[in-house]
T-cell receptor, first 113, second 118 residues
Framework: TQLLEQSPQFLSIQEGENLTVYCNSS?????LQWYRQEPGEGPVLLVT?????EVKKLKRLTFQFGDARKDSSLHITAAQPGDTGLYLC?????????????FGRGTQLTVWP | GAVVSQHPSRVICKSGTSVKIECRSL??????MFWYRQFPKQSLMLMAT?????????EQGVEKDKFLINHASLTLSTLTVTSAHPEDSSFYIC??????????????FGPGTRLTVL
């Protein structure tokens, strides 16, 4: 089993603050995906990182893939209440032809106005 | 992006009855669909991988006779919870891979089905 350790599990901050969510594993993944989920809805894909050391930006969100492709981080600058949600990282099993994902436990982010 | 729908979005049933949940890929063909279960404030737990035209692959600890999966076409997979009990109450989510849209096995998720067993 390939495990992804995601931290922190809960994060409650004020509007305007910065935050970072971490996703770590002892396993190498062919790629890693970040999803955001709102209550009562399915997860929505934010980004896929593929290359070791890769950095991708999505407005105020910055995603980084570790050089060894074992870890990733999500940094949000100047958080807004609309960023509130459950953030999930998921690694793609290198050995799976069907694209099985291994999910982290998730980070529940609450941004207060 | 690829669109996946689920029906129903919410279902309440009595203990002992069976409930069927449908997962459809609306604008693409999905040879592989995945079924997840999610408890409040927790991550997704993979239950099974559904393959069109063949038997589903269940994760360890998931009862295949209780959670029946049928993937009869390239756009439809169904999950039937048989003889449901209150402990089966949960949020069930399906996802599908669009081989043409994602180069890196991205999964597109349905909106989920909230099952409550009384």
């Amino acid at each position: 089993t390939q495990l992804l350790e995601q931290s922190p599990q809960f994060l409650s901050i004020q509007e305007g603050e910065n935050l970072t969510v971490y996703c770590n594993s002892s396993s190498v993944f062919s790629s890693l995906q970040w999803y955001r989920q709102e209550p009562g809805e399915g997860p929505v894909l934010l980004v896929t990182v593929v290359t070791g050391g890769e950095v991708k930006k999505l407005k105020r969100l910055t995603f980084q893939f570790g050089d060894a492709r074992k870890d990733s981080s999500l940094h949000i600058t100047a958080a807004q209440p609309g960023d509130t949600g459950l953030y999930l990282c998921a690694g793609v099993d290198r050995g799976s032809t069907l694209g099985r994902l291994y999910f982290g436990r998730g980070t529940q982010l609450t941004v207060w106005p | 992006g690829a669109v996946v729908s689920q029906h129903p979005s919410r279902v309440i049933c009595k203990s002992g009855t069976s409930v069927k949940i449908e997962c459809r890929s609306l604008d693409f063909q999905a040879t592989t669909m995945f079924w997840y279960r999610q408890f409040p404030k927790q991550s997704l737990m993979l239950m099974a991988t559904s393959n069109e035209g063949s038997k589903a692959t269940y994760e360890q600890g998931v009862e295949k006779d209780k959670f029946l999966i049928n993937h009869a076409s390239l756009t439809l997979s169904t999950l039937t919870v048989t003889s449901a009990h209150p402990e089966d109450s949960s949020f069930y989510i399906c996802s599908a891979r669009d081989p043409l849209a994602g180069q890196h096995n991205e999964q597109f998720f349905g909106p989920g089905t909230r099952l409550t067993v009384l």
